[in-house]
């Protein structure tokens, strides 16, 4: 099969929606990230999506709606907690956990009670999720383990020959993934974060709960969290915001096994690399994370080593070091 990416033309958008209708996946943009969309209601089509990534089996997908859908052909009760965070985040970087009615197929859900869903806040997204009119599983568009895609030309990279259409919507504006927020009981639950922060959910509940770290052998609530993601194939080190000598340190450590290493900062902290190779997440900390992948595939490409220089820990750089710590597989020996 040969995988096209098409402009988000009227035509172009219905011809996409048919195709995942007859069964084939779809690249879809969206502001975080591209999804890898099949029918939610076809097993045969959802099992694709697993095949295509490699992903694990037990990992169940988030299913998209438009704006105007009708949640309760999909969920079983929307708690007055459901209730406030779509009226305050949706459409948006967020995904939330609700109980399922048991209508979307068991590939979808992977045998759990609760069903994840997400309203994306991008045009072609929702243009494409209303000609499609059925809920739509998808995980991001990459191939399993690997970075999320954020560009039509990054799922092509990934995915090429698996799906006959990649809808462009161009570059993604958030870049990291959504929030995906437990919101079955009183008090939401935070399993994996995202640009929907703890604070933002403050308003709207008096307590935030998180779930994102575990511990060897604890019960997983959201199983994707234990599985090795968003990484290049190169190795990467993590240095902490300001760690500039540990930074160039690690540098000469790679260098010295071999290595072709570069350092990945803001602009301004170039000035702290001086003679090495740089490559830019932009300027601020919304450009780390709208980038961030872009970057590691730049990386991947040229170099065999990459050291990250991480964002401040400030609320959204706190989501975006989470994606970065799992990428972290570089053992330095330098303490
Ligand atoms: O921004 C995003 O969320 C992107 C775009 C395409 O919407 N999607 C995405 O999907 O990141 P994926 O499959 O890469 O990550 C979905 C995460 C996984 O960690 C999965 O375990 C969790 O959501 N998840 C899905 N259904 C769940 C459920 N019923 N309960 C708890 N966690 C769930
Ligand atoms: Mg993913």
């Known amino acids: 099969m040969q995988t096209k990416i098409v402009k988000p033309t009227k035509k172009n958008i219905a011809t996409c929606a048919q195709s995942l209708r007859q069964g084939f996946l779809v690249g879809m943009p969206t502001e975080t990230v591209y999804g890898l969309a099949a029918n939610a209601f076809d097993q045969k089509a959802v099992e694709r999506i697993f095949e295509a990534k490699n992903r694990p089996q037990d990992n169940p997908l988030i299913v998209h709606v438009h704006a105007n859908y009708d949640l309760t052909q999909l969920v079983s009760n929307i708690t007055p907690l459901a209730k406030a965070c779509l009226q305050a985040f949706t459409p948006g970087p967020i995904t939330l956990v609700m109980k399922s009615k048991g209508t979307v197929c068991p590939a979808v859900s992977k045998g759990l009670e609760t069903v994840a869903v997400r309203i994306p806040n991008h045009k072609v997204a929702q243009r494409f999720l209303r000609a499609c009119d059925l809920p739509v599983a998808a995980p991001s568009a990459n191939m399993s383990s690997r970075m999320s895609a954020t560009s039509a030309k990054a799922v092509k990279q990934e995915l090429d020959g698996k799906l006959p259409?990649?809808?462009?919507?161009?570059?993604?504006?958030?870049?990291?993934?959504?929030?995906?927020?437990?919101?079955?009981?009183?008090?939401?639950?935070?399993?994996?974060?995202?640009?929907?922060?703890?604070?933002?959910l403050q308003t709207v509940a008096k307590q935030v709960q998180e779930k994102t770290k575990y511990q060897a052998g604890e019960k997983v609530f959201s199983p994707g969290v234990k599985y090795k993601h968003y990484s290049p194939n190169i190795p990467v080190f993590v240095a902490q915001f300001g760690a500039y000598n540990q930074a160039n340190n690690v540098y000469e450590e790679m260098k010295q096994e071999g290595l072709k290493p570069v350092i990945v900062c803001v602009k301004s902290e170039k000035q702290k690399f001086k003679g090495k190779p740089v490559i830019l997440f932009g300027k601020t900390e919304q450009d780390i994370a709208k980038n961030l992948y872009a970057v590691l595939r730049k990386a991947e490409k040229s170099y065999t080593s990459a050291i990250l220089c991480a964002p401040k820990e400030t609320a959204f750089g706190l989501a975006v070091l989470n994606r970065m710590s799992k990428m972290n597989s570089y053992k330095s020996k330098i303490k």
């Open 165 to 200: 259409y990649v809808l462009d919507g161009g570059v993604c504006q958030i870049g990291i993934e959504s929030t995906v927020v437990d919101v079955t009981g009183e008090i939401p639950i935070i399993l994996r974060p995202g640009k929907i922060t703890k604070e933002q």
